[in-house]
């Protein structure tokens, strides 16, 4: 899950101190590298000029020497002995050389090696060595950089801290919202606490549109919920009211002993149909409820609600040359509603009766799962995987089945966790498989 919006903008503010101080850092550093050379360069330029310029009116000009600045001249023909060793042989120009390691002065006990640069310059026949000890320049323009550096970083973090508190106090009344959301109860929402008058004080406009917009939405909701509550209610009582009096109707006509037989069939099969249309409209009605207020789970015997549904296919197999057996390996007692289970068997037996012209219909019950196990006609893999599919049918000679009842079943399935699968092959049957256990 990802991280909220307060956390979210967190993540980001330091994540741009962090880049803020990378750049800061970078900049000083490359700045003080070039205030460096520069001042170095102009001081060494600026010395050599002086001396250039008072050698020529006075040969005898003195060298420069103080604490930092050390210069050699080099006569014609004289050799490079007045220059220490490691500037001979340096180039006309500018060169950074680190001198070898010699006691200190001032401090015999104590080595020195401090990086210095040296200019040569060649003029007729002279040539001049200037040599700039860069240590002082190096410690000054560092701890200027140093300081630059701290006070820029505090800058930016406490700019950064200032604005983060601003942001997560914008952002607060958003926040507030998603909680209060987060805790409402999807059939008893209680908008008064986003009304105008509950929000906080700081909310802006858009927060308070958000809050008109989700009480709008609540209200529509309840609306839906309270017209589902209505039609389940009405709907169960006014479709099982037709069907009741539908089959006690042709229970009657059945039992005249006047009834021709193709009445009979006829009645039998009018049977048969509300029985149908009962078992879809209890599937219809426990899938428009809401998952939370579905059927009344309770203790209930597998074996008894499976061999139920096996006694109410029985006279719909009477007229086919096909047997129906019940194998109970041990049947669970399982907790859930024994209602649901009763709709999806009696659909897969319903699905097997309708398949299987003949051979048999066989019930297994074990611990974990129900199979039922036809003979009949088989599916290929395409017709498979569309199986589930509302209204695809694999039987397009019989306009009158609709193509429901394994795609109830499935929904039926996924709704109380029960899961359902098919293995099929074409021409030996089909096994439907519920999974009584996750």
């Known amino acids: 899950m990802s991280p909220g919006l307060p956390r979210r903008i967190k993540l980001a503010f330091i994540m741009q101190a ?4 990378i750049v800061i850092t970078g900049g000083v550093l490359v700045t003080g590298l070039i205030v460096r050379d520069s001042v170095i360069k102009e001081r060494l330029d600026a010395e050599a000029s002086t001396f250039w310029a008072g050698r020529a009116a006075d040969p005898a000009y003195p ?13 014609s023909g004289d ?37 210095e640069v040296v200019l040569v310059e060649t003029r007729g026949a002279d040539t001049f060595y200037l040599s700039f000890e860069s240590g002082h320049i190096d410690r000054a323009i560092g701890l200027t950089g140093l300081v630059s550096l701290l006070l820029s970083l505090l800058a930016t973090y406490l700019v950064t801290w200032l604005t983060y508190r601003t942001s997560k106090r914008l952002v607060a009344p958003v926040s ?16 008064t606490a986003i009304k105008a008058a509950s929000l906080p004080r700081d909310a802006g406009v858009e927060v308070q549109q958000l809050a008109e917009a989700l009480v709008g939405l609540t209200d529509r909701v309840a609306e839906f919920v309270q017209r589902e509550r209505d039609f389940t209610r009405d709907a169960s009582h006014e479709l099982r009211t037709p069907l009741t009096v539908i089959r006690m109707a042709t229970d009657m006509l059945l039992a005249d002993p006047n009834t021709l037989p193709a009445t009979s069939r006829s009645l039998a099969r009018m049977q048969r149909a509300g029985r149908d249309m009962e078992a879809v409209i209890d599937a219809f009605l426990i899938l428009a409820r809401e998952a939370d ?23 719909r197999l009477a007229d086919k040359p096909v047997s129906i057996e019940v194998l109970d390996e041990g049947a669970p007692a399982v907790v859930g509603s024994p209602h649901v289970l009763a709709v999806m068997v009696g659909n897969l037996l319903s699905n097997a009766a309708h398949f299987t012209h003949l051979g048999r219909i066989q019930v297994r019950m074990s611990a974990d799962q129900i199979e039922v196990i036809d003979s009949g006609i088989g599916m290929d893999p395409t017709t498979l995987a569309k199986a589930f599919t509302p209204f695809y049918r694999a039987d397009i000679a019989h306009e009158d089945r609709k193509g429901m009842g394994l795609a109830i079943t499935r929904r039926l399935g996924d709704r109380v966790g029960w899961s359902v699968k098919l293995r099929s092959q074409p021409g030996k049957g089909t096994t439907a498989t519920i999974r009584l256990v996750p």
């Open 18 to 21: 962090m880049l803020a101080s």
């Open 293 to 315: 207020v579905g059927p009344q789970d309770r203790e209930f015997d597998v074996a008894e609600v499976v061999r139920e549904q096996v006694e109410r296919m029985q006279p």
């Open 63 to 75: 060298l420069p020497k103080t604490a930092t600045l050390t210069g050699y001249i080099v006569p």
């Open 79 to 115: 050799g490079q002995r007045a220059v220490p060793e490691y500037m001979r042989g340096l180039p006309a120009g500018r060169h950074r050389v680190t001198p070898p390691k010699a006691p200190r002065p001032d401090r015999a006990f104590r080595e020195r090696s401090i990086d």
């Open 176 to 191: 507030w919202l998603a909680g209060v959301v987060s805790r409402w109860d999807p059939r008893e929402s209680d908008v």
